[in-house]
């Protein structure tokens, strides 16, 4: 665990003890495969395959790769495909070293080279992290021919959905309009959506009709991809990207002036109104992300989908006025309460308490700001975005709000009521007649 964790997190008592808890309690399945010399299968044998899968999932996303293998067994291995695949189109098309010559076929056919035995690829560049998954990604491939035919169908549909959009965007389309902005993101995690439910749905853990419908999956997506849009302002930039939509930028800028300039300290106003802005439009997709949480049955499900949406949340609390977004970069929250959401988040109550705590905090910080910056107007809108998450889950617990079964001390204590309320009836009538009768 790494200390500079753990000092973080002095302060905070409830994030210290789930870091630890989360160290002590880390099982088997999640040691195996950590390092390389741990894959011990023969290259060539059926077991190697399989073991190099986890090694990749290990070293391209460490937290990611506990997070799945907690999943149900029936979904934790064609996760881990899916996931890997998925890596493998992104290690694609994010080396700006390819030529689009190479680039852009790979991707548009990248569904066809799922089903190639022995595929590999090593033009990557030297420097691009995943390079070593597209040297050996025949392993990946080899376990995506033993997953079930249904499992197959529904990761290479993404693959081809995904690696044609991202090539359309390498071919020169840009994020301008705010359609541009749900469009790429639709294509680089709206879709990782729609797969992992048509995986869900597949697997006869959740309701097979949890796939007929793609509008929620594919905003549980682009909550999470917008927020890391926002995050990764300064780092998109400095490599030569921009993902910010120009139809929001483009307000708090001077003409010809560009996105970068919103990182010089004379034009803090405007590219907090931009960022602000960026927020509240992030913002308004949570209550469809706890509606489609909402329909899920199994636990681990509920929980593999629960963590980052809960990290999200937290981090637009965190994104929400902050400056540091265009001074440092890579503004994250802390891992002791990374780790302590993940522990919270287990069961949908636990989710919806999380969404409820961060939209009220983000809403108490969205009123101390009043009048503070003359160029952002988003107030209004961040406040309704807010007071939508909760009334979504106020309505949520009173429509779900368990009926009390009446005990045999319940019904004796309702009926003597119904006796003193039939008794006063009674007295009170013969009152009222005396009262005519003038006695």
Avoid at 247 to 264: C, F, P, T
């Amino acid at each position: 665990m790494a200390t500079k964790a753990l000092i973080a997190s002095l302060a905070h008592p409830d994030e210290l003890y789930a870091l630890l808890k989360y160290k002590l309690t880390t099982s088997d399945a999640v040691t195996d495969y950590t390092t390389r010399d741990k894959v011990t299968a023969k290259p060539g044998s059926p077991e190697f395959a399989y073991q190099m899968c986890y090694y990749f999932l290990n070293q391209t996303s460490r937290s990611f790769a506990r997070v799945i293998l907690e999943l149900h067994p029936e979904l934790a291995h064609p996760v881990c495909i899916f996931y890997l695949t998925l890596r493998g189109l992104d290690t694609i098309e994010d080396d700006m070293s390819l030529d689009n010559n190479v680039k852009l076929p790979l991707l548009r056919s990248f569904d066809k080279i799922m089903y190639q035995k022995g595929w590999t690829f090593d033009k990557n560049g030297p420097q691009e992290k995943d390079r070593i998954l597209m040297v050996e990604f025949d392993v990946v491939i080899a376990e995506f021919l033993k997953l079930k035919e249904g499992y197959q169908k529904v990761i290479a549909d993404i693959a081809r959905r995904m690696g044609n959009g991202m090539a359309d965007f390498c071919e020169g389309k840009k994020v301008k309009t705010m359609a541009d902005y749900d469009l790429y993101t639709h294509y680089v995690a709206g879709l990782v959506g729609i797969g992992l439910t048509g995986l869900f749905s597949l697997s006869g853990l959740e309701d097979p009709s949890l796939a007929n419908d793609e509008f929620l999956p594919n905003q549980m997506g682009l909550f999470l991809q917008k927020v890391n849009i926002i995050k990764d302002y300064l780092e998109d930039l400095q490599e030569g990207r921009q993902f910010w939509p120009e139809e929001i930028w483009g307000k708090y800028v001077w003409e010809n002036a560009g996105l970068g300039s919103l990182a010089k300290p004379e034009n803090v106003n405007d590219a907090l109104a931009c960022l602000n802005e960026l927020c509240v439009n992030a913002l308004e997709l949570a209550p469809d992300c706890l509606e489609y949480m909402s329909k899920l049955k199994e636990p681990s499900v509920i929980h593999f989908c629960a963590i980052p949406q809960v990290m999200a949340i937290a981090s637009i609390s965190l994104f929400f006025n902050n400056t540091v977004i265009f001074t440092k970069g890579g503004l994250k929250i802390r891992r002791g309460l990374a780790v302590k959401l993940i522990y919270e988040g287990t069961t949908f109550e636990g989710v919806k308490a999380i969404f409820k705590r961060y939209a009220l905090e983000i809403a108490r910080k969205n009123s101390k700001r009043v009048g503070t910056n003359p160029k952002d107007e988003s107030f209004m809108q961040m406040s309704q975005a807010c007071s939508k998450i909760i009334r979504w889950i106020n309505a949520h617990d009173h429509k779900n709000k368990p009926v009390k079964k009446l005990t045999l001390l319940d019904m004796v204590e309702y009926g003597l009521v119904a006796v003193l309320v039939a008794l006063l009836a009674l007295l009170l009538k013969g009152l009222m007649q005396s009262a005519a009768n003038g006695e």
